[in-house]
């Protein structure tokens, strides 16, 4: 396989030209040469099977009854989402060229053209992780932590002042992610991990002691019951 796949892939979303599923096989398929991927796709049109070719299971579709399996080779164009600490600094550090694109004035209306001061300071505000109270990091692909260095690091950069965390709408699948991260994190009192993909059982009580408000709706593969 390519070198762009990570270890322990089995149960990760992913994205395939726009098309979303989750990983439930990585190896070999008999009557072909290397390894492939086994996806169970969101989208009921998309898959050809239930995880069996030719006679042999590989792996269960569990999202629902429907035929939504199929094989693929690992390709560049999987997206494998990214980490939170990728995330965050996407989503917080402006650099030169962005800062050069900020508005130099905005419109007053009747006033006209209004010149624009501080959004330069707000920016370069915001990069400073350390001081962030609030991690926006809404629909940001992110699946987890990462190595044990990223983990490390998101700790020393992130821990300290984070107070309320945002994960919505992200590649998120398992509980014990959401666990490790808050663990991480240490500080987290406002979590919102909506619109993920969480397999049951899910079991939320295995959360930081310091958490006190978690959102958790729209996950489309739980029942109320989870």
């Not at 762009?4 to 072909?32: A, M, Q």
């Not at 991927?37 to 569990?62: M, N, P, V």
């Not at 310091?210 to 958790?216: A, I």
């Amino acid at each position: 396989m390519s070198t762009n796949t990570p270890t322990h892939c089995e149960g990760r979303w992913v994205s395939v030209d726009g098309h979303h599923g989750i990983v439930r096989y990585i190896g070999p398929v008999c009557g072909t040469s290397g390894e492939w991927l086994g996806i169970e796709w969101a989208d009921t049109q998309r898959g050809k099977h239930r995880g069996t070719k030719d006679g042999k299971q590989y792996f269960e579709c569990s999202l629902s009854a429907e035929t939504k399996g199929s094989f693929i080779r690992n390709v560049d164009r999987i997206d494998w989402g990214q980490t939170v600490l990728e995330a965050t600094r996407s989503r917080y550090i402006v650099d030169a060229k962005e800062l050069e694109l900020l508005p130099q004035t905005i419109d007053g209306r009747r006033r006209g053209k209004i010149e624009a001061v501080g959004f330069d300071k707000i920016a370069k505000q915001q990069g400073m992780l350390d001081t962030l109270l609030v991690l926006g990091l809404d629909s940001q692909r992110v699946y987890g932590l990462g190595n044990q260095v990223d983990q490390r690091e998101t700790h020393q950069l992130l821990g300290a002042n984070a107070r309320t965390l945002l994960l919505a709408n992200n590649y998120l699948t398992r509980w014990s992610t959401v666990a490790h991260i808050l663990t991480t994190l240490g500080n987290i009192e406002t979590l919102d991990v909506s619109a993920n993909h969480f397999e049951p059982p899910l079991d939320s009580s295995a959360v930081a002691p310091k958490l006190d408000t978690l959102r958790l709706d729209s996950s489309p593969s739980l029942a109320w019951q989870d």
